[in-house]
C-alpha cells in the first residue's frame, strides 16, 4: 500500500515514519517538497504520487499567531486539506486527517466524544473544524490534543529548558486535558488504517491534567533522569494572569473509548509516556 505522510519533519510525520508497518510503501513530504499553500502544487504532487493513503499530519500549528494570520492557517488548515480529499476522490483513495480538541470551546464537564457539538473560540480551532468538514464518510479523523515527542517543538521540552534557566516558574492551572506522546498517537493512527477504520476518533493519553500538573511531572521525572539540575518552584496560576491571542478551551479532555473498543488495545497513563518520552530526550543529549 503506498502511503503519503505529510508533516514529515513534524512531531507526528517523524513518529508515523518510525512506526510505519512493513506493508506500508512510505513516501514522506515536507515544506521543502511541497509547499501545501500552493493548491495547484500540492495537487500534481499528488497526482504524481498516486497514494493509497495520504496520513495527514501537517498543519498549522501556531495558535497565537493564527490570530493574525488566520488566512494562512486556513491555507494549511482547510484548503490544502479540500484538495487532498478530492485528490483521493479522483483516485479512490483515502485520506487520514488528524485534528485538534481545540475545535471544542472548552465548557464541557465530561470528556468531548468524537461527535460532540465542535464550537471553536480561535483562529486555529476554526479553520481545523474547517478542514474536518472537508472530508468524506470514507475518510479518517483522528482528533487529538497536547501532543510532544522527543527532539520536538513542545510543552515538555520548553519546560525543560527554562527548568535549567529559572528557579521558579509560572504555570497555568485552570486549563485541562491530557499530554499525548506522538508515539502513542502514531502507533495508533497506523492500527485504525490497518483496520480500516473511517469516521472520527479520539486519542490522547489515558489520565487528565492541568498544564501546572504537567510541569510539575515534567520536573519530577526529568530531574530523576538527571535532565535538568534541580527542582524549581513551580506556581500555579490562572489563565487570566497569562493572557495570549487566542482564547484556549479550559477543558478540553477527549473521550478516546470508542478507539479503545474498536482496538480492542489498552490505554496507556499520560505519565508513563511522559517517562518514556524523556527517556529518549535524555539519549539524545
Known amino acids: ?4 505522510i505529510t508533516g514529515a519533519n ?8 518510525r512506526l510505519a508497518p512493513a506493508w506500508a510503501e512510505i513516501n514522506a513530504i515536507d515544506v521543502d517538497d511541497c509547499d501545501l499553500t500552493d493548491v495547484p502544487m500540492l495537487t ?21 499567531k493564527a490570530e493574525s494570520d488566520e488566512e494562512l492557517a486556513r491555507a494549511i488548515n482547510a484548503e490544502a486539506v479540500a484538495a487532498m480529499v478530492e485528490a483521493m476522490a479522483d483516485s479512490g483513495g483515502k485520506l487520514v486527517h488528524v485534528s485538534t480538541d481545540y475545535v471544542f470551546d472548552g465548557t464541557a464537564s465530561t470528556p468531548y466524544a468524537p461527535d460532540a457539538a ?16 472537508c472530508l468524506r464518510a470514507e475518510d479518517l479523523l483522528v482528533r487529538t490534543a ?19 534557566e529559572r528557579d521558579e516558574l509560572r504555570v497555568v492551572a485552570d486549563q485541562v486535558g491530557a499530554p499525548t506522546w506522538a508515539m502513542g498517537l502514531a502507533r495508533t493512527i497506523w492500527a485504525l488504517v490497518e483496520k480500516g ?48 491571542p487566542a482564547q484556549r478551551p479550559a477543558f ?7 478507539t479503545r473498543a474498536f482496538l480492542g488495545d489498552t490505554p496507556v497513563a499520560w505519565r508513563d509516556n511522559l517517562r518514556l518520552m524523556l527517556k529518549e530526550e535524555a539519549k539524545l543529549g
Open 10 to 17: 513534524g512531531q507526528l510525520g517523524g513518529a508515523l515514519q
Open 118 to 133: 465542535r464550537n471553536p473560540q480561535s483562529a486555529y480551532g476554526r479553520t481545523k473544524a474547517e478542514g474536518e468538514d
Open 197 to 244: 477504520a473511517t469516521g472520527t476518533f479520539h486519542h490522547c493519553d489515558d489520565g487528565v491534567a492541568s498544564w501546572h500538573e504537567f510541569a510539575v511531572a515534567i520536573a519530577e521525572e526529568a530531574h530523576a533522569l538527571r535532565l535538568i539540575p534541580r527542582i524549581p518552584a513551580i506556581h500555579a496560576i490562572t489563565t487570566a494572569e497569562y493572557p495570549t
Open 1 to 4: 500500500m503506498r502511503v503519503l
Open 44 to 64: 500534481a504532487r499528488l497526482t504524481v504520487e498516486a497514494p493509497d493513503v495520504i496520513l495527514n499530519a501537517a498543519a498549522y500549528t501556531a495558535v497565537d
Open 252 to 258: 478540553s479532555l477527549l473521550d478516546c473509548s470508542k
Open 146 to 164: 497536547w501532543v510532544y515527542e522527543a527532539g520536538g517543538a513542545n510543552f515538555v521540552r520548553t519546560m525543560i529548558r527554562l527548568m535549567k
